[in-house]
């Protein structure tokens, strides 16, 4: 907050970037690559098991310059070597922001308040890789004796949507004889569906939520505590059922899980960037300590090649200022995260709440308003399926929609000719989306004249395609990495805290205010507006009818 800068939009890059984007906004894709046939391979870039293509942005070698320039000009380095030092660049929250020491090798040093924080780190993965060899060899026994085989994680938002992913990523890996279910909303009907089938006996339950006071997951954690007891008729039970995962040792405590099967972690990890903290427990349960390592040594490359490379050849870097290229100069609103790959299906999701609560702000962090664009929509889901629903309108419609398209060389799952498909998809629609189809094209094929307009494609529609070698725990590591530290590229630049969250604290609040209303026996007094006021006496007169 008390960090003063010159307003981004007084920087002389973000001035020239204007006067830039008013001379090059006509250039199309098609002209750019005509101008230079090494394009396709000069604009690429490789960096722990990825290849990042993004030739196929509407920039030039100037706008590049240019907006490496801004990066600079806005103190993109010395925040990141800021945020890796420890330093406490959450200012309104008063904590570092040090998600990068979790994947740090042990033999690395990183200070938090005078303490190195590595040990710490390498204390919980073991006790973490202890237990889950234990569910793992089936020794770890439920309180009838017999062997854990189903794992329900408990959480929401980080706690949740991390482990989600990854897990469904990771499936190839995981221990096919361990069933893994994930319960995160409210709504009753997702815990009663994920136990339905579920034997308590061999249930075993990860409330994991940073604070232990998160509405949802206490809601469900209690629910499942009830469903075991009410099976199990013992609460000595619950120590061979329950596991933890918190920063809140005494709130676990009260809920009554014993802090000895408790995984904590700490304040300067934040929710979103957490899922390689203890949280990812149940995906460690799934894929094992040796492929979970893996995962971290993955993110770690991708730390390590943020912290070290020159901004125009920093993957993450790159993929931050060509976002926010079309977010503030060309207005686009959106972004679509396209994977090709069915073990990818929650990674768009994922990435909506990473990118979306760190850069969903509008306050700079020395308190004024922006006065230009900050964090995307981010949205998509796995290719081909998407083609089918709405990639019309990013061909065809009147958005502009830059798009992340992710394939991989080879499938862990080869089916006949079935990959080789998929990825001819990947290239075609980039293809497409670039390079368009002209009116001359569409009538030199015969389509009448009337029907020509409908058939053309302007083309110009930017991409970026990131490919990887194949989809092991190591590459999901870095891509995940490559987005956290994209996010904190254009929040730097943006000069907005990426890792705080105020804006879900209000509907929280009112929510609370709102429950003992729906709940009181006489109706209340109720001080909302008319609105709220109607539609809370229309739901006290209908429930439980
Ligand atoms: O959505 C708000 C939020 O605080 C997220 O940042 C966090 O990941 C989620 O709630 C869950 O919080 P907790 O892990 O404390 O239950």
Known sequence: MTEQRPSLTDLPAWKALQA???QTHDTTLGELFAQDATRGERLTLEAAGLYLDYSKN??????????????????????????????????TED???LH???RAPRSATVMVDGRNVVPDVHEVLDRMADFARQVRDRTWLGHTGKPITNIVNIGIGGSDLGPVMAYRALEFYA?????????????GTEFVEAVRDLNPEETLFIVSSKTFTTQETMANAGSARAWTLAALHDDVAIARHFVAVSTNATAVQKFGIDTRNMFGFWDWVGGRYSMDSAIGLSLMLAIGPGQYEELLAGFHDMDEHFRTAPLHANMPALLALIGLWYDDFYDAQTLAVLPYDHYLSQFSAYLQQLDMESNGK???????????????VIWGQPGTNGQHAFYQLIHQGTKLIPCDFIGFVNTLNLLGEHHDLLMANVFAQTEALAFGKTLDQVLAEGVPADLAPH???DGNRPTNTLLADTLTPRVLGAMIALYEHKVFVQGAVWNINS????????????ASRIVPELQADAAPDLTHDSSTNALIRRYRAGRGR
């Open 100 to 102: 990068t020491a979790l």
């Open 455 to 457: 058939r053309v494609f």
């Open 499 to 510: 890792f705080d969250q105020w804006g879900v604290e209000l509907g929280k609040v009112l």
């Open 175 to 187: 221990d096919r004889g361990l069933t893994l279910r994930f319960v995160s909303n409210v709504d």
């Open 20 to 22: 830039h984007h008013q």
């Open 362 to 376: 509008h306050v700079t962090l020395d308190g004024h308003t922006v006065t230009y664009q900050t964090g995307p």
């Open 95 to 97: 904590r570092a922001v």
């Open 58 to 91: 509407r920039v030039t070698d100037d706008t590049l310059k240019l907006l490496v320039q801004l990066a600079q000009e806005a103190g993109v380095e010395q925040k990141r070597d800021a945020m890796f030092a420890g330093e406490k660049i959450n200012v």
